[in-house]
C-alpha cells in the first residue's frame, strides 16, 4: 500500500511553518482554538487569515480582546500569529514574535509602535524622484536591523534617473551607507531589477516601509500581481503619485512569500535601538575599538580613532554627525521610558562634562596669578 503524500497546510501561503505550528500547538491546539495569521489591523479588530471547519482557509473579522490600556507593542500587528476563537471570533492570544519592527510613537512619547512582525526582511523603499536622503537611510536601517529581519534597500523608479552613470553613483553611495544590506535599484513602470527583488522574497515574510511617495503600493502591486493597493495617478513633473494606502496589509506573493505593505510615513522615531545602530554604523563601531578610551564619546576625548577617521576623510564627517544624532536620539526616547536609565545618563554627562573642561584646563596650562 502506497501512502500518499502530506497535504500542505492551508495557511502556507502565509507563511505557516513548522516553527508556527509548534508555537500554537503549545498555545491553542489543547483549548479547541484555531491558528491565524493577522492581515489588517483596524481600531480594536483585525482581519485574521484561518482554517474553516472544512480545512479550508478563509478570512475573518475578528475582535482582538486587548484593552485600551494595553501596552500597544502586544496587541495583534499585521504579521502576528495568533489563536482565534472559531464560534466568538476573538483572538485569544498573540504567538510569540521571531521578529518585530518597532517605531516610536512620536520623540515626545515614550512608547512604541510594532508596525510589521514575524518578519524576515525589511525592504526600505527610497524614492529616486527625491535628491538622496542617506541620513534617512541610516535611520531606516538602524530599525531594521534592530528588527531582527535582514535589511534591502530598494531604489524605486529607477527609471526617472537620466542616465546608467548616475544610476550607479546613486546605488553606490547607498551600499556605502549600508552595510552588510542589499541594495537594488527597481522600476516597476519598466520592470528594472523587479525579477530580482521577487527572487528575493520567495520564501518567507518581507516588510516593505519607506517614506510618503516612495512608490510602495505601485511596488507591492507589481509584486502581487494584482491591484491590491490602490495607486493614484502620478504627476508628470516628479513621477510622484498621493499615498493611498492607509493599513498595513499582508499580501501572499504568487511566486511564493509573503509581503507587508505599510503606509507611508512622515517619519520614524528609533525605539531601543542599540544593536540596531551598532550594526548600521560598523565603520564607526569598528573604529571604536581603537580609541584611547574604552567609554569614548567620538566628540572631543584625544586619541579617539572615529575623530581621527573624520578629520583625514577616511569617515565622512556627515555619516559621524548623523551617528551621534541617531544615539542621542535613542538615548533620549530609552530615558523617558526609563527614570533610573535618565539618571545614569545625567551622572555620565556631568561626567564627560569634567572631563572637557579638564582637557582644557590642561591645554590652557597652569594658571597664572597675578
Not at 160 to 174: I, R
Request: net charge positive; with cysteine; charged share 25%.
Amino acid at each position: 500500500m502506497t501512502s500518499s503524500p502530506r497535504t500542505p497546510h492551508p495557511l502556507l501561503p502565509y507563511g505557516w511553518s513548522d516553527t508556527v505550528a509548534a508555537g500554537f500547538a503549545a498555545q491553542g491546539a489543547r483549548r479547541g482554538l484555531s491558528p491565524g495569521r493577522v492581515v489588517r489591523v483596524d481600531r480594536g479588530s483585525c482581519e485574521v487569515v484561518t482554517v474553516d471547519r472544512s480545512g479550508r482557509a478563509v478570512c475573518v473579522r475578528a475582535e482582538t480582546g486587548s484593552p485600551a490600556s494595553a501596552d500597544s507593542t502586544g496587541r495583534p500587528c499585521t504579521g502576528d500569529w495568533v489563536t482565534v476563537d472559531p464560534e466568538q471570533r476573538v483572538v485569544r492570544a498573540v504567538l510569540p514574535r521571531r521578529t518585530a519592527f518597532v517605531r516610536a510613537v512620536s520623540s515626545r512619547r515614550a512608547e512604541g509602535q510594532v508596525l510589521a512582525a514575524n518578519v524576515d526582511r525589511v525592504l526600505i523603499a527610497v524614492s529616486l524622484a527625491d535628491e538622496l536622503d542617506l541620513g534617512r537611510v541610516e535611520r531606516f536601517l538602524s530599525l531594521a536591523w534592530e528588527s531582527g529581519g535582514q535589511p534591502v534597500v530598494v531604489l524605486t523608479k529607477a527609471d526617472l534617473v537620466p542616465d546608467a552613470t548616475t544610476l550607479s553613483y546613486l546605488v553606490q553611495d547607498t551600499e556605502r551607507v549600508a552595510p552588510g544590506a542589499r541594495v537594488l535599484p527597481v522600476s516597476a513602470a519598466t520592470g528594472q531589477g523587479m525579477d530580482l527583488l521577487a527572487g528575493l522574497l520567495r520564501d518567507g515574510t518581507a516588510a516593505l516601509l519607506g517614506m510618503s511617495g516612495a512608490g510602495k503600493s505601485t511596488l507591492a502591486n507589481a509584486l502581487a500581481g494584482t491591484d491590491a493597493q490602490r495607486v493614484d495617478a502620478t504627476r508628470d513633473v516628479d513621477g510622484k503619485g498621493r499615498h493611498t494606502t492607509t493599513t498595513r496589509d499582508l499580501l501572499p506573493l504568487p511566486g511564493g512569500g509573503v509581503l507587508i505593505d505599510t503606509p507611508g510615513l512622515r517619519g520614524v522615531g528609533l525605539w531601543d535601538a542599540d544593536g540596531g545602530l551598532a550594526q548600521a554604523f560598523t565603520d564607526v563601531e569598528a573604529l571604536a575599538r581603537h580609541c584611547r578610551f574604552h567609554d569614548c564619546s567620538h566628540r572631543a576625548e584625544p586619541g579617539c580613532a572615529v575623530l581621527a577617521a573624520a578629520e583625514d576623510g577616511t569617515l565622512p564627517l556627515r555619516r559621524l554627525e548623523n551617528y551621534h544624532k541617531l544615539v542621542r536620539e535613542n538615548e533620549r526616547i530609552a530615558a523617558r521610558s526609563d527614570a533610573r536609565l535618565s539618571a545614569d545618563l545625567l551622572r555620565d554627562w556631568k561626567r564627560k562634562k569634567a572631563l572637557g573642561r579638564h582637557m582644557m584646563e590642561r591645554k590652557r596650562g597652569p594658571r597664572q596669578d597675578g
